[in-house]
């Protein structure tokens, strides 16, 4: 439930005073969780919040809490609580609570399989999620209200590479390396190329590049500023694993909030939702171009894998996307039949998006695209129910 105090008014000059109880469809500061110190989350935040004024007419205000009010880990449940009114959601933190969220999420590696979206696959596979999680999973619908919370817009990162302190270039290379990995899906590309995966926090990665725990990390070359990993990283492959970071809400509201909200105000915030969706995707991949450069700048080897490596990785990836249905249906127990549904649904959609994005060169275009394909779809009214 939501833990605010109510606002008071008093009548002043008049010798009366008032108590009025008054929900959030009165002027309002709503508390914005985002577990990160800076970058582009941040500043999506920053434009969601402007977003979220200009369409209430100033009726409601977000106050955006930077690594202060709850972390990645707390979110979840901090939203579902009301700690937060909204929060920066990352749902594989909660595997058990969304899998027919992650089922879509996990299966990003797809992006690597086309030539047609380099630079641009976050753009496209928020798009998707966005379609996917609103418009085609009733059963991530559930997921979100279970939990006493409301999706309205997404996480994508640039797609991923690999910072390594050896050169990789090759399949051989891989053998026996210990490569940190960010899911499921990259733990078996790694030993399928006779890796070892291992699991760490992105916050303990700069110690574990440095002290030779691990030999390589997979992650978005924002990463190089945003954990200050340009200071330890020797080596970037640049076109595998392939794959990006999609599991998420950039914008999740507990539920008892939104509720609150009359059918205006519930479109103000969808809104809301696909601005902060368009610009954290294009926020994050312009830091990645500015981070390769920084890079380069800074003498970081650049390498491009081989042609064996690059199809040995295509041709695992194709044949993980056809596992990725059996693995979601074993692990929690959801029907294989609709599992496979959802798979080739969300496949759809990748394939759908990455030839709605060519023409995209602002945030603002991102977002109408966004507005338009999925958000002005939903009724205000029924959403989140």
């Known amino acids: 439930m939501d833990c605010r105090k109510f606002l008071y008014t008093a009548a002043l000059g008049v010798g009366l005073s008032a108590t009025i109880n008054v929900g959030v469809t009165q002027a309002d500061t709503l508390r914005f969780a985002v577990g990160f110190p800076s970058g582009a989350p941040i500043e999506a935040a920053k434009k969601y919040a402007e977003s979220v004024k200009e369409n209430t007419n100033n009726e409601h205000s977000v106050k955006i809490y930077e690594l202060s009010l709850l972390n990645h880990s707390e979110m979840s449940s901090g939203i579902s609580q009301g700690m937060a009114d909204l929060g920066y959601l990352l749902t594989a933190y909660s595997p058990s609570d969304y899998p027919h969220s992650n089922l879509g999420a996990d299966m990003s590696m797809q ?116 954990f200050n990993l340009i200071d330890v990283v020797k080596n970037i492959t640049t076109d595998v694993p392939g794959g990006l970071y999609a599991a998420g809400g950039a914008a999740t509201l507990n539920r008892d909030t939104w509720n609150r909200f009359n059918d205006e105000e519930k479109e103000a915030m969808l809104k809301a939702g696909s601005v902060m969706a368009a610009y954290v995707t294009f926020l994050y991949q312009e830091q990645a171009h500015s981070d390769m450069e920084k890079a380069r700048s800074k003498g970081i080897n650049i390498i491009e894998a081989d042609s064996d490596l690059l199809e040995r990785s295509r041709e695992f990836i194709k044949s993980d996307l056809e596992f990725i249905p059996e693995f979601y249906s074993g692990e929690y127990g959801i029907d294989s039949k609709r599992t496979r549904e959802l798979a080739d649904t969300m496949s759809s959609l990748i394939k759908k998006w990455n030839g709605l994005v060519g023409d995209i060169e602002t945030a603002d275009q991102l977002a109408e695209l966004y507005w338009s394909e999925v958000y002005s779809k939903l009724e205000p009214s029924s959403y989140g129910k």
Not at 175 to 193: C, E, L, Q, T, Y
């Open 111 to 226: 992006t690597a399989l086309q030539d047609d979206v380099l630079g641009r696959e976050g753009y496209a596979y928020s798009g998707a999620m966005l379609e996917y999680i609103m418009l085609n999973c009733p059963e991530c619908q559930n997921e979100f209200s279970s939990n006493n919370q409301v999706y309205t817009s997404v996480v994508s990162t640039p797609a991923y590479v690999m910072f390594c302190n050896e050169p990789v270039k090759s399949a051989e290379d891989l053998k026996g390396k210990r490569m940190r990995i960010s899911g499921a899906p990259w733990a078996r590309w790694v030993k399928d190329f006779g890796g070892s995966p291992v699991a760490l926090p992105v916050t303990e990665v700069y110690e574990a590049l440095e002290q030779g725990v691990v030999d390589c990390t997979f992650l978005s070359p924002t990463e190089l500023t945003n």
